[in-house]
């Protein structure tokens, strides 16, 4: 079955820097673009950043773009977010999804096949 298994979460003091891996298996990686949303306490889920399944394209959110970097590795079925300048209100579950076989870029929560469960991320002021 499809699994994807967040890591890397944790504990940053405002300021630092923290990457977070997504590992992927159970479906063809690399026909597929990857995602990563985040949800805090008390939020709805939120769209952070996507990549196309060749890496040619990204898309950011506007609270993350210069700061958060989306990357992929198709030989090893992986998907990372380097999140850099981190700030309090970055706190979340950070969450990677696979979207459908595609070229396209989905930044839609309800365009994703698959789901990871979460890796927390705690940003101190």
């Known amino acids: 079955q499809v699994q994807l298994v967040e890591s890397g979460g944790g504990l940053v003091q405002a300021g630092g820097s923290l990457r977070v891996s997504c590992a992927a298996s159970?479906?063809?990686?690399?026909?597929?673009?990857m995602g990563w949303f985040r949800q805090a306490p008390g939020k709805e889920r939120e769209f952070v950043a996507s990549?196309?399944?060749?890496?040619?394209?990204?898309i950011y959110a506007d609270s993350v773009k210069g700061r958060f970097t989306i990357s992929r590795d198709n030989a090893k079925n992986t998907v990372y977010l380097q999140m850099n300048s981190l700030k309090p209100e970055d706190t979340a579950v950070y969450y990677c999804a696979a979207g459908p076989r595609s070229s396209g870029i989905p930044i839609r929560s309800g365009s994703y096949d698959y789901w990871g469960q979460g890796t927390q991320v705690t940003v101190s002021s």
């Open positions: 990549i196309n399944r060749s890496s040619g394209s990204t």
């Open positions: 159970g479906l063809t990686f690399s026909t597929r673009p």
